[in-house]
């Protein structure tokens, strides 16, 4: 007898990234997941399923706030990430600016059913023409396990230590079962991971869901029974069974809803792309520039900048006099801060971009020039310069020299020449004269007729101030560099 030996090739789907590099250090580790999660699980089924359907490239998934977030380290497709409970929202955004993709809502309960409960609700009975992958695991995974809307009576969570008291806290959310109740949906559907039998409906249910996606069938919703033992206090290997004796009872499985059949087809009117319908029906002026544009080298009329200092320094002011300076001079602008924890005694930083043609993102994340107020502002954002820039830094609280020898560097006693004209509070204005004499994009006279539009409803004096220090600053670079 001949017998033929069955072969298992066990490989990663291509609906996976071949090295997990979005993260640096990322790359060593397999899985960000603690062991046992249904997470990993779960994500192989979609990323086969994508494979098999074709559709990797079409694909644009939200990762919200939670464990789920991570899905954007393991996917092979688009990526949005986005606030805590608005993967709905967004998605629909991205559904219909590009209606043949394959949007999928990837979300925990807490945030889906907690801080995003409207969010789903709303774009459920709008029938968005997304797909929802809902983790229902009873409880706050990331955060270190508080009660979930979907956290079981009786369940000990953190915010919860005598067990979830209907009386006191509410009923689990059945959100299969709610969602079901309206019109719009085609497809709710709730699968479990504690078995291999589930594993495999749960496995047929993603691809129902997506194909349905795929064929603008409308809105539809898969929650997953998934495993957290790290938050249920259980070994690993005990999480399947937890889900039996715990999850199954309140949450019972099955299809929910399935109306795909009979589903039209979503279509929704076509998005406007071009700009000039939208300033027509927006009835939209153009804004005339005030200054003619000065004759500026060819690297700054793509002018992205990153100012950062202390806060205190008037780094914020900064970015937002200089775009607006820019605006002036009919340039596109943008501004952007970032108030991170760096507000507490660390760096804050903003990004202005000063442009002729459109600005795509508005973070300057490879800065051609970058203003550094002080040294950790120095150490922190020389290393993202363009190789070319123009490195302008406060030698007055700055006192090391740059490590970079492919940038020219300007340091500028900028706070100490604020000091000699009698008010620390103009070096953003020093910085901003400095900016104009490296940049060649505004004439420092121009910028004074500009000084009262800038400080509005401020006494002269400090109008006056102001000015001395744009100017002083400007002086200063242009005695001492060569352009
Ligand atoms: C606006 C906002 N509120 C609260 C938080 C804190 N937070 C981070 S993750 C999370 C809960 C996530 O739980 P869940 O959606 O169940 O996902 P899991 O981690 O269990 O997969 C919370 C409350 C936050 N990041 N942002």
Redesign the pocket.
């Known amino acids: 007898m001949i017998s033929m030996a069955r072969k298992t090739v066990l490989r990663e789907p291509d609906g996976f990234l071949k090295v997990y590099k979005h993260k640096p250090g990322a790359e060593k580790n397999r899985t960000h997941y603690c062991p046992g999660c249904g997470h990993g699980i779960l994500h192989k089924l979609i990323a086969e399923a994508l494979e098999d359907l074709d559709i990797v490239d079409d694909t644009i998934m939200m990762s919200p ?4 977030v991570f899905v954007y380290y393991y996917f092979d497709t688009g990526h949005f990430q986005v606030a ?1 409970g608005r993967a709905p929202a967004v998605a629909t955004a991205v559904s219909r600016a590009n209606p043949d993709s394959v949007v999928i809502s990837y ?5 889906l059913a907690a ?1 995003g409960g409207n969010n789903i609700l709303q774009a459920a009975n709008r029938g968005e023409n997304i797909v929802v992958f809902f ?1 229902n ?1 009873a ?5 270190g396990g508080q009660m ?1 809307p979907t956290t079981l009576p009786g369940q000990k969570t953190t915010t919860t230590p005598y067990g979830r008291d209907p009386k006191t806290d509410g009923y689990p959310i059945k959100v299969s079962e709610l969602i079901s109740q309206l019109t719009a949906p085609v497809y709710v559907t709730r699968t479990s991971l504690h078995d291999a039998a589930n594993t495999r409906k749960t496995r047929a249910a993603v691809r129902k869901a997506l194909q349905n996606t795929r064929d603008k069938k409308g809105f539809s919703f898969v929650e997953v029974l998934c495993m ?1 033992p790290t938050q249920w206090k259980t070994k690993p290997i005990d999480g399947p069974q937890w889900i039996i004796d715990n999850m199954l009872d309140v949450f019972p499985l099955g299809v929910y809803k399935d109306i795909t059949e009979d589903a039209p087809l979503t279509v929704r009117p076509t998005p406007v792309h071009d700009s000039d319908s939208v300033k027509k029906a927006l009835d939209y002026k153009e804004s005339k520039a005030e200054l003619t544009r000065l004759d500026v080298p060819e690297l700054f009329r793509k002018t992205s900048l990153r100012v950062s200092g202390f806060g205190g320094q008037g780094i914020m002011s900064t970015g937002i006099a200089l775009a607006h300076l820019g605006m002036e001079y009919g340039y596109n602008v943008s501004w952007l801060p970032s108030y991170g924890p760096e507000m507490r005694g660390g760096t804050a930083n903003c990004s202005v971009k000063i442009q002729d043609g459109s600005i795509g993102a508005s973070e300057a994340t490879e800065p051609n020039i970058i203003i550094a107020m002080n040294q950790p502002s120095l150490e922190k954002f020389e290393k993202i310069m363009q190789t070319g820039g123009a490195l302008l830094y406060n030698s007055t609280l700055i006192d090391i020299e740059p490590s970079r020898d492919d940038v020219k560097v300007y340091p500028v006693p900028i706070t100490g020449m604020a000091d000699e004209l009698g008010d620390t509070r103009v070096q953003s204005m020093v910085s901003v004269g400095a900016f104009a004499a490296i940049t060649g994009l505004f004439d420092p006279a121009e910028i004074n007729r500009l000084m009262p539009g800038l400080f509005a409803g401020k006494p002269e004096k400090v109008i006056k101030m102001n000015e001395k220090a744009i100017m002083a600053g400007y002086n200063y670079v242009k005695e001492h560099f060569s352009s």
């Open positions: 706030v939670g464990c789920s805590h979300q925990g309960d807490g945030d801080i983790v695991n409880i706050y995974g990331m955060t979930a957290c």
